[in-house]
């Protein structure tokens, strides 16, 4: 599976977007980029994923550039309770979809 | 609620010990997943079993062996417990169809 890289953490006001970028450069073409987060030592909590096109879902956006190469997750409206460690995983498919492989993340946190 | 079941939630024990940690996955869900998330190696995939049989195999350690029963729970067995076995340890299962996991709240075990 391919490396992401991420900031190492992130600042965001409340009721403001949370953009959280992530470079994947060597991403081919059947691999998927998935975004986890995890709030502090919780089970990992599964957010969206995409392949190529933009998602949306009633958690966040995931916006994906052309080349595939880098993505964007978007927290429209951010709360207290979006802080938290947010994973960007890029996978194949496979009945092992579940074998993921977790960076460092990016540590987001939410002020008042 | 992620319908993945843990047990214990905490657990103390000294080197050398054994231990079983359960999980049972969410209904209808043929796989399991196990992580470890220590503080040095951060998330990592362990084992992964599909119908009873092992599918998938990350860094687990010799000392570690798991497996699934027929109703589907998983048991982790844990043996010659290390000071560096301290860490939390999580289960997940997945829909196949979307890829997406969903993990439990995690068993975390402290070795003295």
């Known amino acids: 599976d391919a490396k992401t890289t991420q900031p190492t953490s992130m600042d965001c006001a409340e009721g403001r977007a949370a953009n959280l970028p992530c470079n994947h450069s060597?991403?081919?073409?059947?691999?998927?980029v998935y975004w986890y987060r995890q709030i502090h030592s919780q089970g990992p909590q599964y957010i969206i994923h995409g392949l190529k096109n933009n998602e949306t879902n009633e958690m966040a956006s995931l916006i994906i550039t052309e080349d595939r190469k880098s993505s964007t997750l978007i927290l429209p409206h951010a709360t207290l309770r979006d802080t938290a460690v947010y994973y960007c995983i890029v996978r194949g498919g496979g009945t092992s979809y579940g074998k993921l492989t977790f960076g460092q993340g990016t540590i987001l946190t939410v002020h008042p | 609620d992620s319908g993945v079941t843990q047990t214990p939630k905490h657990l103390i024990t000294a080197t050398g010990q054994r231990v079983t940690l359960r999980c049972s996955p969410r209904?209808?869900?043929?796989?399991v997943y196990w992580y470890q998330q220590s503080l040095d190696q951060g998330l990592q995939f362990l084992i992964q079993?599909?119908?009873?049989?092992?599918?998938a195999k990350g860094n687990i350690l010799e000392r570690f062996s798991a497996q699934q029963f027929p109703d589907l729970h998983s048991e982790l067995n844990l043996s010659s417990l290390e000071l560096g076995d301290s860490a939390l340890y999580f289960c997940a299962s997945g829909e196949a169809g979307t890829g997406e996991l969903f993990f439990g709240e995690g068993s975390r075990l402290t070795v003295l």
């Open positions: 209904s209808g869900d043929l796989s």
């Open positions: 079993y599909y119908n009873g049989e092992e599918r």
């Open positions: 060597t991403i081919s073409g059947n691999e998927y």
